[in-house]
Nanobody, 116 residues
Framework: QVQLVESGGGLVQAGGSLRLSCAHSGSMFSVTTMGWYRQAPGKQRELVASITGGGSTNYADYLKGRFTISRDNAKNTAYLQMINLKPEDTAVYYC??????????WGQGTQVTVSS
């Protein structure tokens, strides 16, 4: 069973930056689509960005330009670089792995708090 472990969350002031990491434990990382989702208190979980094994990316429109998803297949790790953070970015950020024919896998989440 694949496991995902997120890291890099924390408390940052508005305008600051954070980079989240998601380590994937399986052997098929390079053909797995990785995604970052977030869930703020009282709100539904929403897609932030995703990246295919080949590097094609997809973003929530309102986050383009501030968030960048990337991956390092040699390290089995996906990243989410966040700049110019705003208080409304405060949420638990979850890593997600999807591969054809397999159930999707979620990480445990990492808290990002942006103070004004």
């Amino acid at each position: 069973q694949v496991q995902l472990v997120e890291s890099g969350g924390g408390l940052v002031q508005a305008g600051g930056s954070l980079r989240l990491s998601c380590a994937h434990s399986g052997s098929m990382f390079s053909v797995t689509t990785m995604g970052w989702y977030r869930q703020a208190p009282g709100k539904q979980r929403e897609l932030v960005a995703s990246i295919t094994g080949g590097g094609s990316t997809n973003y929530a429109d309102y986050l383009k330009g501030r968030f960048t998803i990337s991956r390092d297949n040699a390290k089995n790790t996906a990243y989410l670089q966040m700049i110019n953070l705003k208080p409304e970015d405060t949420a638990v950020y979850y890593c997600n792995a999807k591969r054809s024919g397999r159930s999707e896998v979620w990480g445990q989440g990492t808290q990002v708090t942006v103070s004004s």
